[in-house]
């Protein structure tokens, strides 16, 4: 019996989550930020990413309830991701993703460890339950980008380097200074590359 599988592949952070989804023959990309701008978020709908810009300022970690509403901000973003992976026809999504790093350490690496259990509890409860979870050193290689000193700039090379599958890897192949200010890229193109 043939299955209508989705696989899923998703570079989880708390300010600007990404996926990557191949169903078929189609690979597509989504974003769901924190806050981008207007430029940013027009850039990414041209070549048919998916954005669910979720227009949030940044969290007061000095108030008394910014775990409260830290803990509000991954559950629904946990939701959103859930609803846009259960709105393909799918009879089976395998999701993966990066695990934290042995090297992280600190409160922020506590909030993403939180934020990443609320995003696969959600998953889990809507039925996605081949989770794999891969070490970031286990991405670089595979990237061929695992050596001492290199970074994103050699992630986003390695993706250029890939035979275009769809509008977004064609125009960053091709000319990525659309997805540029000035010299700097917008935000979540790093995101959508480690998410690849």
Not at 8 to 31: C, H, M, N, Q
Not at 64 to 88: C, Q, V
Not at 100 to 109: D, E, I, P, V
Request: glycine fraction near 6%; include cysteine; charged fraction near 25%.
């Amino acid at each position: 019996m043939n299955q209508n599988i989705l696989y899923v592949a998703a570079d989880f952070s708390i300010a600007k989550p990404a996926i990557s989804t191949l169903y078929g023959d189609e690979l597509k990309f989504a974003v769901f930020p924190q806050k981008i701008d207007s430029f940013t978020e027009d850039r990414l709908r041209t070549v048919g990413v998916e954005v669910t810009n979720r227009n949030l300022d940044p969290v007061d970690t000095k108030d008394p309830g910014h775990i409260m509403e830290l803990t509000k901000r991954y559950t629904n973003a946990a939701d959103m991701i859930t609803a846009y992976l259960m709105s393909f026809d799918a009879d089976k999504i395998i999701f993966s993703s990066e695990g934290l790093s042995y090297a992280s350490k600190g409160r922020m690496t506590l909030e993403l460890a939180g934020a990443k259990y609320v995003l696969l509890s959600a998953l889990w409860s809507a039925g996605v339950t081949d989770i794999i979870t891969y070490s970031p050193t286990t991405i670089k290689s595979t990237a061929g980008c695992a050596g001492k000193g290199k970074g994103k700039d050699d992630m986003i090379a390695a993706f250029k380097a890939q035979d275009p599958k769809n509008e977004f890897m064609r125009r960053m192949k091709d000319n990525d200074t659309f997805f540029r200010k000035k010299t700097a890229y917008i935000h979540t193109i790093d995101d959508i590359v480690d998410s690849y």
